[in-house]
């Protein structure tokens, strides 16, 4: 049991990290942004495959809408239930690709600023803390893990698509 809780708090430091990951992501893409055109910023490989501009707006939402104030619900114990967001449904919440890329990855960042911090400011007790998901039982541990795999998926499947996509002053993807 002695190394219990050093194990615990480098998963809670790992998590966290993980998390802010995306921060440094963002701050690399910003730098390059400009070489990613207007259009295949906004452009939908396929009609339920959101855009660019829509993939960061739904990261965006998911933070502001649904994981932040399900944290901050969990920490204030005024939950028992920990919301999962409804990808499509964000997507459709705001018009994504009528907002310019760096507002979007601005309102990104900023939600994640303040999730991170939320979850440094957990303490320990509160991430052993319980609550329903779905069916399951899950603590803030899981709900960590659950963010950083939705981040995971929905950046995957651009990463994909920009791979393949054609950039101007780069030559054509060998397929």
């Not at 452009?43 to 495959?49: F, Y």
């Not at 409804?86 to 303040?114: F, K, T, Y």
Request: aromatic share 6%.
């Amino acid at each position: 049991m002695a190394g219990k809780p050093r194990d615990a708090a480098e998963l809670r430091a790992a998590l966290i990290d993980q998390l802010a990951h995306l921060l440094r992501e963002i701050e690399a893409l910003q730098q390059v942004i400009d070489l990613v055109p207007e259009p295949l910023q906004t452009a939908r490989p396929l009609p339920a495959e959101p855009s660019l501009r829509e993939t960061y707006g739904i990261l965006a939402a998911a933070d502001e809408r649904v994981f932040l104030p399900t944290i901050r619900a969990l920490v204030a114990g005024q939950t028992e239930t920990l919301a999962l967001p409804d990808d499509r449904m964000l997507q459709e919440a705001e018009d994504w690709n009528a907002h310019p890329l760096p507002a979007i990855l601005e309102r990104l960042q900023q939600a994640r600023r303040e999730l991170v911090a939320s979850l440094r400011q957990t303490s320990p007790e509160v991430w052993e803390r319980t609550a329903r998901c779905g069916e399951e039982s899950w603590d803030l541990y899981r709900y960590a893990y659950f963010i950083i795999q939705h981040d995971t998926e929905l950046l995957r499947a651009l990463a994909y698509r920009l791979h393949a996509a054609h950039l101007p002053g780069r030559p054509r993807p060998v397929v």
